[in-house]
């Protein structure tokens, strides 16, 4: 069996995410939109039970699959979904003095990764998940992100 395309081009795949949370964000490198994403996957990892963060990874090319799961600390207690600033605040404090995550970090990236996630997939796996998620990973959602929001 051959090498399945999305991993003869995982760099590509990957650089591609990168570029377009940078633009998207109007931050200068992907460098800093790597922090970016990675502070708004790890926010998102830390309010879902395994199962949730595991079908949501499934979803993603291999990639960004494996910018999602990097640096999981398995031990970590589950926290709830809050406000939009307590969270947004949780991302920039990802390494601070590195961090340029702009206020509009979590829906910038939600809107970049409907580009590069397979639509009908996302679309069940969003179909199926709690209201909370579904804000999450809405791009256009701007209210909070709490229980009764």
């Not at 490198?29 to 830390?46: A, C, E, K, L, P």
Request: net charge negative; proline share 3%.
């Amino acid at each position: 069996m051959p090498v399945p395309a999305e991993y003869q081009r995982i760099y590509d795949h990957l650089y591609d995410f990168l570029q377009e949370v940078r633009d998207i964000c109007d931050i200068e490198t992907t460098h800093r939109s790597y922090t970016t994403i990675q502070g708004v996957f790890q926010t998102f990892r830390r309010r879902v039970d395994f199962a949730e963060a595991v079908g949501f990874s499934n979803l993603l090319p291999a990639g960004i699959r494996a910018l999602f799961v990097a640096e999981w600390d398995l031990q970590e207690s589950k926290l709830d979904f809050t406000s939009r600033t307590d969270l947004i605040h949780e991302i920039q404090y990802l390494r601070r003095g590195h961090n340029f995550a702009p206020d509009t970090a979590i829906q910038d990236v939600a809107q970049a990764l409907h580009r590069h996630v397979e639509s009908d997939k996302l679309a069940k796996y969003l179909g199926n998940a709690a209201q909370q998620i579904q804000n999450y990973w809405n791009p256009k959602y701007r209210g909070d992100f709490l229980a009764d929001a």
